[in-house]
């Protein structure tokens, strides 16, 4: 699968000139952009950069024929067709998908380099979206990631760095810089996303996993306090039901009538509430064959640790599930003696999938309707998915 896409260009003082030709890129994911700017330097020699998407032939990704606004201060050479957009701003509209804020964002980071003595020698949009904005930095030391976040995930910095040294409770990327809006600077993490691990590698992630969650244990409290989401106990049930008021939620009425009677059983089962990555997929791995590094935190969030397990665990086949759940309870058992972990998996099963209904209705609320198509599906589908789980 792949995708068409069409460009609406903005000038550098951000007014419409028109829409290039269509043309295609082979990626299918909407938010990845680093092929479409590659594509428009190879075709028409112009610099751009991808602002926004404004509307596709689906109602959802992938694929399809998409349409982007993106920004460039060149002139371009090849005859644009006359477009209609509406550039009026809206109040939830991300920073670096208006006009001029992608170089605003690059500026910082070229300025937080210099200030630790390294010099850019390219820059490359990967990604934009209403979840985040990235680009690959190179200089003369080595690759940097620039990585720009919503309101709703500005804590992922205080996690990576938190106590003030990286390596101290995650596992994850060098925070180089952070401006506290949003913006922070990371090192390379070198290898490959680890999309479609298997059983061994899982286990693998699972066991460097619990070392980090049963560290965090003991600072549950600071990090509340530095502004990771509080989701403890049955104050997971309130920040469910605010979420999804508004939706329809009749698929699971009979889960969310029982969810606090469910959450006080769990903390009957005795396990700590620790730091929880909130994604712990394989594609949230990255390792080089030395080293494995857990990335993307911006979901994460201080709960009860059985949310990570069952993750790493939903796209694999139910003895697989059973054998890496069954390592994970022993752990978990043997650190708290007299817990039950493998009933606080059980009962929490189906309220993994429909905590992440709730995730996703707190993205529709807080971002631009423009952007809505990357999620409006994702809530009715978790819904149903914790309904279906016994």
């Not at 070198?190 to 996993?209: F, K, L, N, S, V």
């Not at 989401?229 to 009749?250: F, K, M, N, Q, Y």
Request: glycine letters at 10%.
């Amino acid at each position: 699968m792949s995708r068409t896409v069409t460009l609406i260009l903005l000038d550098a003082a951000g007014r419409p000139l028109g829409a290039l030709p269509p043309f295609g890129v082979p990626e299918p994911w909407w938010q990845e952009v680093a092929s479409i700017v590659a594509e428009v330097r190879r075709r028409h020699g112009l610099e751009v950069a991808v602002l926004r998407l404004l509307d596709a032939d689906r109602p959802a990704p992938p694929g399809g024929h998409v349409r982007y606004l993106a920004q460039t201060a060149d002139a371009p050479a090849v005859p644009l067709e006359p477009v209609a957009v509406d550039l009026a701003p809206h109040p939830l509209r991300q920073p670096w998908a208006r006009a001029g804020g992608p170089a605003r964002s690059v500026a910082w980071a070229a300025g937080e380099l210099r200030r630790l003595g390294r010099r850019v020698t390219a820059v490359a949009q990967q990604r934009t979206w209403n979840l985040s904005a990235i680009w690959r930095l190179d200089t003369d030391a080595g690759p940097t990631w620039l990585k720009q976040l919503p309101p709703f995930a500005r804590h992922e910095p205080t996690v990576l760095a938190f106590p003030g040294d990286p390596s101290s409770l995650v596992n994850g990327p060098t925070v180089l810089a952070a401006d506290g809006e949003g913006r922070m600077l990371l090192a390379d993490v070198p290898g490959q996303d680890r999309y479609g691990a298997g059983e061994g590698e899982r286990a693998a992630i699972a066991a460097g996993h619990h070392v980090v969650q049963w560290r965090a244990c003991g600072v549950v409290g600071e990090l509340v306090a530095a502004g990771v989401p509080d989701l403890r106990g049955t104050g997971l049930a309130d920040w469910i039901r605010e979420r999804l008021a508004g939706h329809d939620v009749s698929a699971a009425a009979g889960l969310l009538d029982g969810l606090d009677h469910r959450l006080q059983q769990v903390r009957d089962c005795g396990l700590p509430d620790t730091l929880v990555h909130g994604d712990l997929h394989p594609g949230n791995v990255r390792g080089d064959g030395r080293r494995r590094v857990v990335i993307d935190w911006a979901d994460s969030f201080v709960g009860h640790p059985a949310f990570d397990i069952l993750r790493l665990t939903e796209d694999v086949d139910a003895d697989a599930a059973a054998r890496l759940t069954g390592a994970w309870t022993r752990r978990w058992r043997t650190d708290v003696p007299g817990s039950d972990p493998h009933r606080a998996v059980h009962l929490l099963q189906p309220v993994a999938p429909l905590r992440l209904a709730a995730v996703y209705a707190m993205f529709l609320a807080a971002i631009e309707p423009g952007e809505h198509p990357y999620h409006v599906h994702d809530v009715p589908a978790a819904l149903a998915r914790a309904a279906a789980t016994p």
